[in-house]
Structure formats: C-alpha cells, structure tokens
C-alpha cells in the first residue's frame, strides 16, 4: 500500500515534482506521527477551470482556488484507536491542488514552483488532520507547522 496515491489525468505535474512530493508528505507524516503503512490519502492536480468546478460544486464558491481539502475522518485523535480498528487502513482524504495557480503563486512570491506546490500538500495534508486557520491562534498553529515541516524537508523561500 502506498501512503499517498497521485493522481494527475492531464500529466500537469513533471514525475521529479511527484517524487518530491511524496517524499515531503512522509516526512509531514512523521512530523505528526501518523502511521503511513495504514494510513491513505489521494493527492490530484487539475487546472483552474476544474478547481474552479470543484469549489463551486463542494463549496458554493464560484471561483478557482490553489488547494482544496477534503477530509474523510472528523473523529477525535486517538478514535479508532479506542473503536478497535486499528488494523483498518485510514484514509485521511484528498487534497486537490490548482497547478496552474500554483504556477501564478510561485512567480507572485518569488520562490520555486516545487516550493510553491510544496506549501499548498503540506496545507492540504494539515486539513486532513484536523488543523484550520479559521482563528488567529490557530492559523498560528497550522502556518508553524507547514513553516518547521518545510523547513525539515529543505523546501525554503
């Protein structure tokens, strides 16, 4: 089994830029100590126009975004742990990124694309466990992470 499935129908994404981050999503789950042999997610890349569908569709919002998040657990931590699952494979969700805002973001803060969509599954990876930026305190939280997991990896500004 593999910790995280790419999806990318359209070939948006060069494989050196899958291989980078699959090997990012590890170390953000080691960093949050989540358990990767039984433990799934689907990462995809689509264009503006499919995002923008997406957002629409799931979120009501008519616009294109860069990352959308769609978690499949809201249990508490340590849940199925307590309900006798533990053998279960857990599927944490899918993170859908924009490549092409991606790209637009990339040049606007004048870093690496691979830094660029590095930032946006390392943020997508955090919804998926439960973290948000909807308060001050925990924006705090969730930007500190996705800062020290990207640090740790070598992805900097």
């Known amino acids: 089994m593999t910790f995280v499935e790419i999806i990318d129908d359209n070939n ?3 494989d050196s830029t899958k291989d980078m981050l699959l090997k990012l999503l590890e170390c953000a ?4 100590n989540i358990d990767t042999e039984i433990t799934e997610m689907s990462l995809s890349f689509v264009s503006k126009e499919e995002i923008q569908e997406i957002n629409r569709d799931y979120r009501g ?3 294109p975004t860069d990352v959308i998040s769609f978690a499949l657990n809201d249990e508490v931590e340590d849940e ?3 309900i006798g699952l533990e053998d279960e494979i857990n599927s944490i969700g899918d993170v ?6 991606a790209h637009e973001q990339a040049k606007e803060y004048e870093h690496s694309f691979d830094r660029e969509i590095g930032f946006l599954a390392v943020h997508g990876f955090l919804h998926l ?3 948000d930026h909807m308060t001050e305190e925990d924006e705090k939280e969730m930007f500190g992470k996705q800062d020290e997991i990207l640090e740790k990896f070598g992805l900097r500004r």
């Open 61 to 63: 919002k008519d616009v």
């Open 29 to 32: 789950a080691e960093y949050e």
């Open 12 to 14: 948006l994404v060069e």
């Open 129 to 131: 466990l439960g973290y």
């Open 80 to 82: 199925i742990d307590i």
């Open 96 to 101: 859908i990124i924009c490549v092409d805002i």
